[in-house]
């Protein structure tokens, strides 16, 4: 078991919940801090009965916005939704991924890294310095423990795809190259 405590976006935690993977977050983590719109998130996802476990586990733990920080977090969702990687222009559709943002710039000195997995919200949180990791970062390190193949994590990774999570064919293969090398050492 691992001591690592994360922030994290809505997108990783569908993932996993997607291919059935939950153990990993367990595996790797002691503590993700959420703020509450991903635990809304979660829930319209169709997560909403194993995240409300996870937070009675204490393996989720729910960070609720003060006033400023959810001005800080709407800031933050305009530059989001003006990236140019961004695919939805809609700032309100950003507001879950900005406010992990503003939630880990708070929590940080306590969170070892971000889990985002949509290219325009990395990107800010980039140019902010934060240290980040997805989905695909978790399931590296399996591979690495070898608690994975390279097979299994391409097959989880196209699990996820089928189910709606925008993983390109180009990420799904560099990431089953990735596990190969990592396995070769």
Same mark, same amino acid.
């Given at each position: 078991?691992?001591?690592?405590?994360?922030?994290? &976006?809505?997108?990783?935690?569908?993932?996993?919940?997607?291919?059935?993977?939950?153990?990993?977050? *367990? *595996?790797?983590?002691?503590?993700?801090?959420?703020? @509450?719109?991903? %635990?809304?998130?979660?829930?319209?996802?169709?997560?909403? &009965?194993?995240?409300?476990?996870?937070? *009675? @586990?204490?393996?989720?733990?729910?960070?609720?916005?003060?006033?400023?920080?959810?001005?800080?977090?709407?800031?933050?969702?305009?530059?989001?939704?003006?990236?140019?990687?961004?695919?939805?222009?809609?700032?309100?559709?950003?507001?879950? @991924?900005? +406010?992990?943002?503003?939630?880990?710039?708070?929590?940080?000195?306590?969170?070892?890294?971000?889990?985002? +997995?949509?290219?325009?919200?990395?990107?800010?949180?980039?140019?902010?310095?934060?240290?980040?990791?997805?989905?695909?970062?978790?399931?590296?390190?399996?591979?690495?423990?070898?608690?994975?193949?390279? +097979?299994?994590?391409?097959?989880? %990774?196209?699990?996820?795809?089928?189910?709606?999570?925008?993983?390109?064919?180009?990420?799904?293969?560099?990431?089953?190259?990735?596990?190969?090398?990592?396995? *070769?050492?």
């Amino acid at each position: 078991m691992s001591e690592i405590v994360v922030a994290s &976006n809505t997108g990783p935690l569908v993932s996993a919940f997607q291919c059935g993977r939950i153990d990993l977050l *367990r *595996r790797y983590f002691v503590a993700i801090h959420i703020p @509450e719109t991903v %635990l809304l998130e979660l829930r319209r996802h169709g997560a909403g &009965n194993a995240a409300n476990q996870l937070v *009675r @586990e204490g393996l989720f733990v729910v960070e609720r916005l003060g006033p400023d920080e959810i001005v800080q977090a709407e800031h933050l969702a305009k530059q989001i939704a003006a990236s140019k990687f961004a695919k939805v222009k809609d700032y309100a559709t950003h507001i879950a @991924e900005a +406010e992990a943002i503003v939630m880990m710039q708070r929590v940080g000195s306590q969170v070892a890294r971000l889990l985002l +997995e949509e290219k325009a919200a990395r990107e800010v949180a980039t140019s902010l310095r934060l240290p980040l990791s997805g989905f695909v970062g978790i399931l590296l390190s399996a591979c690495q423990d070898g608690i994975l193949t390279a +097979e299994e994590t391409r097959s989880l %990774l196209q699990d996820c795809r089928r189910q709606g999570t925008h993983y390109s064919e180009a990420l799904i293969a560099d990431t089953y190259r990735r596990c190969i090398e990592m396995r *070769r050492r």
